[in-house]
């Protein structure tokens, strides 16, 4: 009863896959199949055109598989597109298939199934006209050369012993006047592990969005992709080496993808923060992949740096605009000034300075140059307004940042502008306590004069009080002499 019910199952699976081609179908055969799952690349330049255009792998019980592993027993059904049959208009009885291969055990010979006519004529005037017997004879004759036949193989309890995955099949006649077929197919359910080819792992996609700025996080999504191969990747984990002053803003270095098919990929992203003490302006992040094979068992690994320019934040400010005064006269010049520092750890280049507004009498412009980290400075302009009224101005710094980015800072200001009053100015209060005029000599000429003549006193008592001095010590020296004479 077992056997009945394989039996009938697989001719179930082969009317279905037959189904599709019928005498009187379109043009071109359906060469997908309708059930089975997966299908592989179908070779259909096979000598004299003759090639399976779908085919199904079943356990023994008609069950559909994906995975024949050596020593698996298995049957085999495919859909057969045969020009060389409809050419010789065999019968199915008269047709033999066998398998050529050590790869698979199978003694015996396919059943074949109802043979279906078809045509793919690609020229479809002939071929309606060759139909509707319409025909010239021209026309069908060369209409012949494109009929086919479509029909079924079951090869039932194949052993496949490994080695490869090539099913090759010879298709003979009862009449060995005919030439022998010779046909193939790929299995792609059947794996070997000596013949397995392992993905392996890369970095296909990375983005760390418009830009990165130290003391910022910054989302770090990479797209994992594994490379072509015939097994899957089993417990893929992607994890991240940071370099010096980069960490992770939370969660785990490493992450854990699970399993990734052949020419698949899987996203992964990353939170990253840059230290505000970074100071370099790229950080090298190194990506590790690993994973293992899932017939093999193999190790695979891959590992792929990727470059994210990290720049300091912008710290370049302004301090308070200064003027020379509440009001500034028509006609006069005032000033403006502005200070501004540098508080980042990078220089800003290209620094200018430009004055614009209303009343200002002209606007300027200066070219300060480049402003190193740490450094402050200051820029000046000059206001001569042109009439009274409110004089209202703005001074603009433009600079680019560490990036080349240009940057701009604006400080506006206003300031009162009058006329200018001359009595104001020609006016001194002190004119009004002047004296009369005095006639005569000067008091100062008088108290010269008593000086000088009070110095001429001085000098002439000094002089009688020596000459008297000196009178006597002479008479005193005379009278010691007389003595001495004595």
């Known amino acids: ?227 072509d191969g015939n097994e899957n990747l089993d417990d893929v984990i992607v994890s991240l080496t940071l370099p010096e002053n980069i960490s992770l803003n939370g969660g785990s270095l490493s992450s854990y993808l699970g399993t990734i098919c052949p020419k698949q990929t899987r996203d992964v992203t990353f939170q990253v923060m840059p230290a505000s003490g970074f100071t370099g302006t790229v950080a090298s992040i190194t990506v590790n992949m690993t994973g293992t094979g899932s017939v093999t068992g193999k190790e695979v690994s891959g590992t792929t740096t990727i470059s994210v320019p990290v720049s300091q934040p912008d710290r370049f400010e302004v301090g308070q605009l200064e003027l020379s005064g509440d009001t500034i006269y028509v006609g006069d010049t005032g000033s403006v000034s502005l200070s501004y520092v540098n508080k980042g750890k990078n220089p800003v280049s290209n620094l200018e300075a430009r004055l614009t507004g209303t009343n200002l009498g002209a606007g300027g412009y200066q070219y300060l140059g480049n402003l190193a980290a740490g450094t402050e400075g200051s820029v000046d302009f000059d206001i001569a307004p042109d009439a009274a009224g409110t004089v209202s101005g703005i001074i603009t710094l433009n600079y680019e940042d560490a990036s080349g980015n240009p940057q701009t800072i604006s400080k506006d200001f206003s300031v009162s502008a009058e006329e200018m009053n001359m009595d104001d100015f020609n006016y001194d209060p002190s004119m009004d306590d002047v004296q009369p005029e005095q006639t005569g000599m000067p008091v100062w000429a008088w108290v010269l004069i008593g000086v000088c003549g009070a110095v001429v006193v001085i000098v002439v008592i000094v002089v009688v009080v020596r000459k008297r001095k000196k009178a006597k010590a002479l008479a005193a020296l005379e009278a010691e002499d007389s003595d001495e004479d004595l």
């Open 1 to 227: 009863m077992k056997r009945l019910f394989s039996l009938l199952t697989a001719f179930a699976l082969a009317a279905a896959l037959c189904a599709p081609v019928m005498a009187d179908d379109v043009t071109t055969p359906d060469v997908t199949a309708p059930t089975p799952t997966p299908t592989a690349a179908i070779d259909t330049t096979s000598s004299d055109g003759v090639y399976v255009s779908a085919y199904s792998v079943t356990d023994t019980a008609g069950g559909e598989v994906t995975t024949v592993q050596v020593g698996d027993k298995i049957n085999i059904v495919l859909k057969v597109v045969d020009h060389a049959s409809a050419r010789y208009c065999v019968k199915p009885e008269e047709i033999s298939a066998r398998i050529n291969s050590a790869v698979f055990t199978y003694t015996g010979t396919g059943e074949i199934g109802q043979l279906f006519d078809s045509n793919d004529d690609p020229n479809a005037t002939r071929l309606q006209n060759v139909r509707n017997g319409s025909a010239s004879p021209e026309e069908v004759a060369a209409n012949a050369q494109y009929n086919y036949y479509s029909y079924v193989i079951l090869f039932r309890d194949v052993i496949y012993n490994g080695g490869g995955n090539t099913l090759p099949i010879n298709l003979s006649y009862l009449d060995t006047a005919k030439p022998l077929q010779q046909f193939s197919v790929t299995l792609g359910q059947c794996v070997d592990k000596d013949q397995t080819t392992s993905p392996n792992l890369l970095v296909r996609t990375s983005s760390y969005g418009d830009s990165v700025t130290a003391g910022q996080a910054f989302d770090l999504s990479l797209g994992l992709y594994a490379t």
